[in-house]
C-alpha cells in the first residue's frame, strides 16, 4: 500500500469532507438566491420559515463529490467517514424538523 494512500485513507478524513462539503453547498445555494441580503439574513429567514431543513437537506448534495472523489480512489475508509458526515447531518436535519415551529 503506498504511504500516499495510507496516509489520507482515513475515516475522520472524509468525515471533516462530509462535514465540510455541506457548507460550501449551502454558501453555493446563497450565491444563487436572487435576494440582496446578507449569509446571516438566508440563514435566518429560512429557519423563520420553516425551510431551513430542506435547505440544509439540498446542501448534503455536495456531499457526493466527496463519496465519488473518495470511492474512485478506493479509500474505502474515506467513503466511511463521508458516509458519518451524512448522518451526523442528518441528526443535525432532524434535530431541526422537530423543533422548528410550523407556520
Not at 79 to 99: D, N, P, Y
Request: hydrophobic share 55%.
Amino acid at each position: 500500500m503506498n504511504s500516499k494512500i495510507s496516509r489520507w485513507n482515513k475515516w475522520w478524513i472524509g468525515w471533516i469532507t462530509g462535514l465540510i462539503l455541506p457548507i460550501m453547498g449551502l454558501l453555493l445555494l446563497y450565491m444563487f438566491d436572487r435576494s440582496f441580503h446578507s449569509f446571516k439574513n438566508f440563514i435566518t429567514l429560512s429557519y423563520q420559515m420553516g425551510v431551513l431543513s430542506n435547505t440544509l437537506s439540498i446542501a448534503l448534495l455536495a456531499n457526493l463529490l466527496g463519496f465519488y472523489f473518495f470511492l474512485n480512489k478506493e479509500w474505502y475508509y474515506a467513503v466511511r467517514g463521508v458516509i458519518l458526515g451524512v448522518l451526523t447531518w442528518g441528526a443535525v436535519i432532524l434535530f431541526l424538523r422537530l423543533t422548528i415551529p410550523e407556520m
